[in-house]
């Protein structure tokens, strides 16, 4: 039987850990569909037409090494507010959503836009400066030398660029369980999200 669980939210929420857990507790398959806007982004920053990309992505486009950049992750937010790239994206997800063994997708428009008759729905999130910081602490571990501030910068720029575009905007679905990881360790995190699955099973 499809189960899907959508998870949306901002960058650095912790969404993606969350959603791997999750996956991994209930036995389903999960997709990062950030994944496919940021192969659609370095296609596009490669001089691909961002709509051609879109239309033609392969999953060899989804193996690029520099996917998790953070140029990348600015021109996928640049790309994500065309409306013709997200339509070339929507069949693939919604096939992967309805998959016998479950599913688990997390993403900015799951629960919105993609799957809205999701059977769970979460909306994870945390202050700007919490996730700021989190992105911070990753990026100072792999060598990078940009401020604090320069982080929090570009981590404000995408959630209004993601949350203020017409088409598909980022937003919590009205029937979403909000969970604020500001104040969560992982395990409290997860826990939350398993927990309110489960209401749902
Ligand atoms: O989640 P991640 O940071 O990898 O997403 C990169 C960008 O892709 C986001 O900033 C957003 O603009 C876009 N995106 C989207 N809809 C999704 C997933 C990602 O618009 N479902």
Redesign the pocket.
């Known amino acids: 039987m499809p189960f899907t669980i959508a998870i949306?939210g901002?960058?650095?929420a912790g969404?993606?850990t969350i959603s791997k857990a999750v996956a991994a507790h209930y036995g389903f398959a999960h997709l990062?569909?950030?994944?496919?806007?940021?192969a659609v982004?370095a296609r596009m920053l490669d001089g691909v037409e961002p709509i051609e990309a879109a239309q033609t992505l392969t999953s060899k486009d989804l193996e690029a090494p520099d996917?998790?950049s953070h140029e990348?992750?600015?021109a996928?937010?640049?790309?994500?507010?065309i409306p013709e790239v997200?339509e070339a994206?929507v069949d693939f997800?919604r096939a992967f959503a309805q998959r016998q063994g479950g599913a688990v997708?997390?993403?900015?428009?799951?629960g919105t836009?993609?799957c809205p008759e999701a059977e769970a729905k979460l909306y994870v999130t945390a202050s700007a400066e919490v996730r700021a910081g989190r992105r911070y602490k990753e990026l100072q571990g792999k060598g990078s030398e940009l401020s604090f501030d320069a982080v929090l910068a570009e981590v404000k720029e995408?959630?209004a660029?993601?949350s203020e575009?017409a088409s598909?905007p980022?937003k919590p679905a009205a029937d979403a369980v909000l969970i604020d990881t500001s104040e969560l360790s992982i395990e409290d995190a997860v826990a939350a999200a398993i927990h309110a699955v489960d209401a749902k099973r």
Do not use: F
């Open positions: 949306d901002p960058a650095a969404k993606g990062d569909t950030g994944l496919l806007y940021r982004g996917l998790r990348v992750a600015q996928a937010s640049k790309v994500a507010a997200r994206l997800q997708l997390d993403g900015r428009d799951i836009v993609i995408r959630d660029r993601d575009r598909a980022m």
